[in-house]
């Protein structure tokens, strides 16, 4: 079992940043990739980006490509999600994720175990 804990959000007006940060515990040597989604009121959840936890490959929805980063440090077991230029349409709980297996980096069906969410609030 891994245990995923997320923290970082929080209300921030458009054009600002924040930073998301997910602390892994438990078999993390079972990992293959860590990923970040997201979950308006009434959508469905959906990537935000992923990256291996142990390679140097990372990944991104179009919507936050130049906006987002994703990093990790394995000596933290932590992965982090830098957000600038935030927009409204950011507006979402953000969930953590792992997976075991080596594909389907933006499905979350794919993943195995789940953060609890934190909540990220765009305002205009």
């Known amino acids: 079992q891994v245990q995923l804990v997320e923290s970082g959000g929080g209300l921030v007006q458009a054009g600002g940043s924040l930073r998301l940060s997910c602390a892994a515990s438990?078999?993390?040597?079972?990992?293959?990739?860590m990923g970040w989604f997201r979950q308006a009121p009434g959508k469905e959840r959906d990537v935000v980006a992923a990256?291996?936890?142990?390679?140097?490959?990372?990944s991104y929805a179009d919507s936050v490509k130049g906006r987002f980063t994703i990093s990790r440090d394995n000596a933290k077991n932590t992965v982090y999600l830098q957000m600038n230029s935030l927009k409204p349409e950011d507006t979402a709980v953000y969930y953590c994720a792992a997976k075991r297996g080596p594909t389907g980096w933006d499905l979350p069906a794919r993943y195995d175990y789940w953060g609890q969410g934190t909540q990220v609030t765009v305002s205009s």
């Open positions: 990256i291996s936890w142990r390679g140097v490959g990372t």
């Open positions: 438990g078999s993390i040597f079972s990992i293959n990739t």
